[in-house]
């Protein structure tokens, strides 16, 4: 009887996990969906290039508009910036599902379609709306709403169809939008150190105006720049050691703080791994590495382990994203890896870290030669018995799971 419970619940648990395995497979991804016509393939690579790509999976009940490559050299052709060619892409996302039968359908033969250009809160009045009518002999047209009345492009054929999730289909030109066009005078015009000291990262901000770096920053915004600010708390405490560094290492470490691409956070979640900085030149590798934590996203280095708590600007070519913790590069604070942990965690450590580092586990660390196993000891302890604690659960489950099936027979 009492087994019977047992292998009853065992069964539920194995149900579960294979449902939340199998759940996370089954989200759309635009990239795949559009990767199998050749002659849409210039429309993914910028849905990829303008970061568009996972805003579109991570959305439900959506319609994208592909356009075919011909379309594409049209608005290459116009020589915009890649935040301009975002907005007018992000226009060809509908914020509803709109399938060929859906749309030969529509009520009174004309519907308004919100936009994720319009949810971007970048459009300006109806900007980002797309217009649907339908026309004369079973065409269906689209126009921006404030092209004036005139349609602009027609539906061609559906690509793909997941009720309701999302339903791709080719339209035969690109939208056209001033509006969309125009370059937005983004955070980029903006004066980096004041918005970083308006979002919460004063003390880093004074620190990076009174040193060269600034100018690091600076010049690499227009062309895209992360940056990854410690928080006031955790920058002051860390004041002492700062003024402790030479001339170069100041600048260094205020460098290794920033990345020279736009990444915005489901960027960084999908791309796990070590990681350039402005600090790196040369033989100067001033590497760390971006990794999953569960729903989080850490920074580590051999160092310390920081956390992104908070997003502070997030619009390309610019985000800005603050951290528990100041990273420490192991180039600047070489005789600063940990000492030895506390007893206790000391038993579990190398267990842990190994489990830590196993295939299988979400993020994929990265194993080159400078992610070592050896610095990063204090902090890592208490991550790595998160992430074990998370493959425990599975892991148990399929156990259970096989012990079931073993009853069975
Ligand atoms: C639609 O999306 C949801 C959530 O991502 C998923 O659970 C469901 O299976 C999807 N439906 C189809 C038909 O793929
Ligand atoms: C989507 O598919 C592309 C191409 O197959 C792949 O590179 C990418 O990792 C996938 N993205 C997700 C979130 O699964
Ligand atoms: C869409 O545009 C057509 C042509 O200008 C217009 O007649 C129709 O009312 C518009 N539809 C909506 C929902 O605004
Ligand atoms: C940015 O603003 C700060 C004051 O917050 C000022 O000292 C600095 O010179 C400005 N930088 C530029 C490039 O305008
Ligand atoms: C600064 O450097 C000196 C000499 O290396 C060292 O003794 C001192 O502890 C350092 N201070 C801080 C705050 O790191």
């Known amino acids: 009887m009492q087994l019977r419970e047992a292998a009853t619940a065992a069964a539920v648990v194995l149900s579960l996990s294979i449902f939340l395995l199998s759940s996370s497979t089954d989200a759309h991804n635009i990239t795949r969906i559009l990767a199998k016509y050749p002659e849409l393939s210039t429309f993914n690579h910028y849905l990829t290039v303008t970061q568009l790509a996972p805003e579109i999976n991570r959305r439900e009940t959506i319609t994208v508009c592909a356009v075919d490559n011909g379309g594409m050299s049209d608005l290459l052709s116009k020589h915009l910036t890649i935040g301009a060619i975002k907005n007018v892409l992000s226009l060809h996302v509908l914020l509803d599902y709109f399938d060929a039968k859906k749309l030969h359908q529509i009520t009174d033969g004309t519907a308004l379609a919100a936009t994720m250009y319009q949810a971007t809160g970048s459009a300006a009045g109806s900007a980002g709306f797309v217009n649907i009518t339908d026309l004369k002999g079973g065409k269906v047209g689209f126009s921006p709403q404030d092209n004036g009345g005139v349609v602009s492009a027609t539906f061609v054929k559906s690509v793909e169809a997941i009720p309701y999730n999302i339903s791709v289909i080719q339209i035969s030109s690109i939208l056209p939008s001033s509006e969309a066009e125009a370059p937005a005078p983004g955070p980029s015009e903006a004066n980096l150190t004041a918005l970083l000291s308006a979002h919460g990262c004063k003390v880093f901000a004074e620190t990076l105006l009174a040193n060269p770096a600034q100018q690091t920053f600076e010049s690499n915004v227009e062309s895209g720049l992360t940056v990854f600010c410690p928080g006031d708390d955790a920058m002051k405490a860390f004041l002492p050691k700062y003024k402790n560094l030479t001339a170069d290492g100041k600048q260094s470490l205020l460098e290794y703080h920033a990345i020279p691409i736009y990444q915005s956070l489901p960027g960084l979640k999908s791309s796990n791994g070590l990681t350039n900085t402005l600090a790196t030149d040369g033989a100067r590798q001033f590497h760390f590495t971006v990794q999953n934590d569960g729903t989080d996203v850490t920074i580590k280095t051999k160092i310390v382990t920081a956390k992104i708590v908070n997003t502070l600007i ?96």
């Open 314 to 409: 997030d619009e390309q070519p610019l985000a800005i994203y603050e951290l528990n913790k100041v990273l420490i590069p192991v180039e600047l604070f070489k005789g600063a890896l940990p000492p030895a942990p506390a007893p206790a965690p000391v038993a579990d450590a190398p267990k842990a870290s190994k489990k830590h580092k196993s295939p299988p586990a979400p993020a994929g660390p990265s194993d080159s030669p400078a992610d070592a196993p050896d610095g990063d000891v204090a902090d890592q302890t208490a991550d790595s018995n998160g992430a074990v604690r998370f493959d425990g659960g599975r892991f148990g489950a399929v156990i259970l799971g096989l012990w079931f099936v073993f009853l069975q027979m």
